[in-house]
Each structure stands twice: as C-alpha cells, then as structure tokens.
C-alpha cells in the first residue's frame, strides 16, 4: 500500500502529463513553486505573476487549469452542453486505415474503411486486391452520398480526412461530400485548444490517444489484439497481399473494429455527462470514470456551493473561511448572488 501511495503521489507531480502542458511550461509552474496536479488547479489564470513567461496565456492556463480540477475531482468537467450533441444528427462511428505515401502514389492508399452505426453494427470494406481501390472507394462514397451521416472520428482532421481527400483525388473522384461530414471527438471537442469551444474536460493524464482516453474512461481493450497500431496494420496488410493469409485479414478487420468501438465508447462517455450534467445539479455527479486510489471520486465538500457562473463547485469549507468570496474557477463574486437573488 506504502509503494502504491508513493507512486501515485509521483505520478502527480508529473504536470507533463497534463494536456497542453509540455516541458516548458511544466518549469515555468516548477519555478513558480507549483509541482503538483492539485496546485495547478488552484492556480488563478489572470494573476500577473505568470505574464514574465511566453509560454502562458490567459487562455491556456484556463484550459490547463480545468483539466487539472478534472483530475483531482476525479470526473468529466462539463463547462456546457456541446452543439453536437444537442443536435442529434444521424451519425456514424468511422475510422480507416491507409499507407500514408500510397494515398497520392498508389499503389493503394486506402485498404480498410469501418463504419459503426449507434446500435454498434459494423460495416467494413477491406481492400483484397489493390486494383479494386477506386471500386471500394466509389461504394464507401455511394453510401455517404445515399445516407448523409456525420462521421464521428478520432483525430481524423489530420489522418483520415486528409488521406481519403488524397485517394479520392488520385481517382478523380468528387469529394465535396467530405467537405463537411466530419466530426472529429479530438479536435471539435476533447482538446480543442480554445476556451471559446472546450465545453468538456476529460480526467486524462499522459496521452489523448484514442485508447488511453477511452481505457481511461473505463474501455477494457482487448488483450489478445494482434496489432496495437497503425503502422503495424500497414505492415499486416503487406505481408497479406504477399500471403493471402485470411488470419492476417481477421487481425486487421479486428482492429479496425476496436477503433470503431472505442471511438464509440468515448463519445457515449461524453454524451452521458452532458446529459447528467443538463438540469441545475448534477454536473457533481457526473463522476467517477475511472477509480484512482487516493481521490475520491464524489465528496461531499464539493455539493455546497455551486458558482452560478461557471458551475464549479466549492467546499463548505471553503465558503466559511474566504471573505469576500470568489469562484476559485471564474473570480464570479458570490455577493453579487446575496445581493440579486
């Protein structure tokens, strides 16, 4: 128990492992005497003293912060209801696989295209023969044109989208219907770097890959995956054409399919606490995602005072020994709350 307590203290202490905080930053905080998660999320993003580094804006500590407070608080963070997932557009779960130079040179690009419906069906078009390129290319487009869904991707901004727009255009074919049919989980909501449109907060340390959010999150991935990532399913997929083994072909449609699950799993996860976190009480509830010994998942300190403002919770104690009162989050005034009921 002695070594568990003590690794998980050093694990806090890592601020690299905060998003969007790299080494620079993390000796920016380390000179300014903060070392820890839980400082980090105490820190006020406007105090004066972090204007003599470059490395720090006003905005940046703001989302640097949060995802601290998600951390300690051991919970998804809804600062407010995403337009997407209001919106309830027909969707589908995609993710793809492709050589990377092969998409603008042939001989193929894109080899494997999965598409997961909500009720968690899945439909894949594997690339047997890399002559048959534009025929799959020209089905996965038929179907995007007949159905019109968003897909909902995982960091699809900078690898699916491109690279399909790439095999596309080597085949000539119309791609306008790409144009706007994304949603990307990564870039349009988990870490968009904006505080005007980072409504979530993810209690995440290390990576924001796919898996280790959606492991994170409580996905148990599968052990026995024969590839772990997308370069090892470019290599499969050569030693497939070379061999024609059809457990090569499982291996990959097997990993596909575990992308498509858990791009499904962290979306659910997330659309979960906004719908918990609709109504006037229950973002405190929307917790825990994970179980991290040593921070309790729900406190009760955390259900007393909820900032009007910005709906960040503080403790009783908190309340009674401060005067004036100011949000730790947003410096909202809770006298202006007496004085305005």
Known sequence: MKFFVQEFCSEMQDLTKLPLVGCARARAFTDMGITTIRQVAKIDPFDAAFQRYSCFSAGYLDLIRNYADAIVQNRVIVKAKHPFFESRKKMC????????????TGPYGIFLIGIMDENGKVTQYFLDDPSDEEEMLNQFRDWLVREEPV??????????????????????????????????????????????????????????????????????????????????????????????????????????????EMTKYIFDKIDESMKLADG??????IGPMFGVRGIPARSDDFEDYKCPRCGHFHSSKFMKKRLPIKCLRCRYDFSERDAHP
């Open 93 to 104: 779960f995609f993710d793809s696989e492709y050589s990377p130079t092969g998409t603008r």
């Open 151 to 260: 897909l909902v991707s995982y960091s699809s901004t900078s690898a699916d989208r491109p690279q399909l727009m790439n095999a596309f255009g080597r085949f000539g074919i119309p791609i306008h219907e790409l144009d706007s049919a994304f949603f990307d989980l990564y870039y349009h909501c988990i870490n968009t770097q904006r505080t005007a449109t980072q409504f979530v907060f993810l209690p995440v340390q290390g990576s924001l890959s796919s898996k280790n959010v959606a492991v994170r999150l409580g996905y148990k991935a599968p052990r026995d995956l024969g590839i772990i990532d997308g370069l090892q399913a470019l290599i499969t997929y050569g030693d497939y054409l070379e061999s024609k083994r059809e457990r090569l072909k499982l291996d990959l449609l097997e990993y596909n399919k575990t992308d498509l």
């Open 280 to 285: 006037d009480s229950t973002p405190k509830n």
